[in-house]
């Protein structure tokens, strides 16, 4: 497949040349997938060293090319040679390829691996600890996070055209993944751009969020970690017997309306997924009112879909820890314990959220003394429930 070199994403579009060694002395490493000529002796030099055990291929199958063209090229070093030639300490490569998600290598020092993509990669990230731009740390943090949302991602996009295969085209579910086997070439352009895309969409999103809440805090807020947030749970009321009870097929379906519904609701509304958690979701929203939108709608919107299991919800207004693209904190374990404990069809806050949303004088919730529950990690709480008020269209239906 042809793709636009201007349009591409990968490192190799640097049109820079990068030390192999810290110091540069004699040999760079083009970015552009070459090794070039200044370099030919010291790649001479490791294939030189390799024994003959190292036999040729045998004929590639059709997702052997697919991996060599989606690597940009062969698997030709192994980790100790690829350190070497990004000039990046042998350890600090073990540790960069961990925090990528991959396991540890067996038989290291014989096992061939590594790339010229991944030589270059590790020679830009070498380079930004060189120039102290960023610490290990950090570095290894930033690493881990792209690595696990691109895991999840790609399972999600073969997922969702294996679904395609069988649902559109008809096909088994074994013929369904043979089939995305040999056309996944034909989404990946896309894919890659539409990634771009939406990483750029969001990150714009969060910077303007940033900027607004930065503006908002004052100078005795600069040393507190914790962002005060609107965050809940969603959940499903009996998934798990009910699971033991659906077929496959059954299953599925009742995951995707209930995924579905609550993307649906959570970011019409202006909230975000967290994260979800088996049969429940974790929402968060910058604004109290937003959560109790959310928390509300999302009830109402599920108990309409067919064939949808009771669910229950929670909202607590409150300071969270923000790490790893998720949150942390005692507003959160609240928020979990209470949905635990909510009515089928209900939505159950604390009285300090309960309070806030009263003195906004909205017009459109009401609030319900839901008794005093013993609650593991916070004894005796005054619970509330959160209900929307009928609106005109409700009565008139």
């Known amino acids: 497949m042809t793709t636009d070199s201007s349009a591409s994403l990968s490192i190799r579009d640097l049109d820079n040349s990068i030390p192999l060694t810290?110091?540069?002395?004699?040999?760079?490493?083009?970015?552009n997938g070459s090794i070039d000529a200044r370099t030919a002796i010291s790649r001479k030099d490791l294939e030189e060293d390799r024994t003959l055990s190292h036999k040729p291929r045998s004929t590639k199958t059709t997702v052997e090319r697919h991996v060599e063209r989606l690597l940009l090229g062969e698997e030709k070093y192994t980790l100790g040679e690829a350190a070497q030639l990004s000039g990046m300490d042998t350890e600090v490569a073990r540790t960069f390829w961990l925090a990528m998600g991959f396991p540890t290598i067996s038989n290291e020092a014989t096992k061939i691996i590594f790339t010229d993509d991944d030589v270059a990669a590790m020679r830009c990230h070498q380079a930004l600890i060189d120039d102290g731009k960023l610490s290990i740390e950090t570095l290894r943090s930033l690493v881990r996070a792209q690595s696990h949302m691109s895991d999840r991602l790609v399972l999600w996009q073969h997922e969702a055209l294996v679904e395609h295969a069988g649902d559109d085209l008809g096909l088994d579910s074994i013929t369904a993944r043979y089939w995305v086997l040999d056309h996944f070439h034909e989404f990946d352009e896309f894919l890659r751009g539409q990634?771009?895309?939406?990483?750029?969409?969001?990150?714009?999103?969060?910077?303007?969020?940033?900027?607004?809440e930065a503006d908002q805090m004052d100078v005795e807020d600069a040393g507190d970690l914790q962002l005060q947030r609107a965050l809940g749970f969603v959940d499903m009321v009996a998934f798990t017997n009910r699971s033991r009870e659906l077929g496959s097929s059954e299953l599925v379906t009742l995951i995707e309306m209930f995924e579905k519904t609550c993307r649906d609701v959570i970011t019409s509304c202006g909230a975000r997924v967290v994260k979800t958690i088996g049969d429940a979701f974790l929402y968060i929203a910058d604004d109290i009112v937003v959560g109790a939108d959310v928390a509300t709608k999302i009830v109402e919107e599920l108990n309409k879909v067919p064939g949808m299991l009771p669910v229950r919800a929670s909202l607590v207004w409150g300071g969270v820890v923000s790490r790893f693209g998720d949150v942390f904190g005692p507003t959160v374990n609240l928020a979990s314990r209470l949905v635990d404990i909510a009515p089928t069809g209900s939505v159950l806050t604390d009285t300090t959220t309960a309070n806030i949303l009263r003195?906004?004088?909205?017009?459109?919730?009401?609030?319900?003394?839901?008794?005093?529950?013993?609650?593991?990690g916070f004894g005796r709480i005054d619970a509330v429930e959160l209900r929307r008020m009928p609106t005109r269209e409700a009565f008139s239906g």
């Open 22 to 31: 810290p110091g540069g002395q004699g040999r760079t490493l083009q970015l």
């Open 195 to 212: 990634m771009d895309y939406a990483w750029r969409r969001h990150l714009a999103a969060l910077l303007r969020r940033s900027e607004s």
């Open 359 to 376: 003195t906004l004088k909205l017009g459109r919730f009401t609030l319900v003394s839901a008794g005093t529950p013993d609650i593991k």
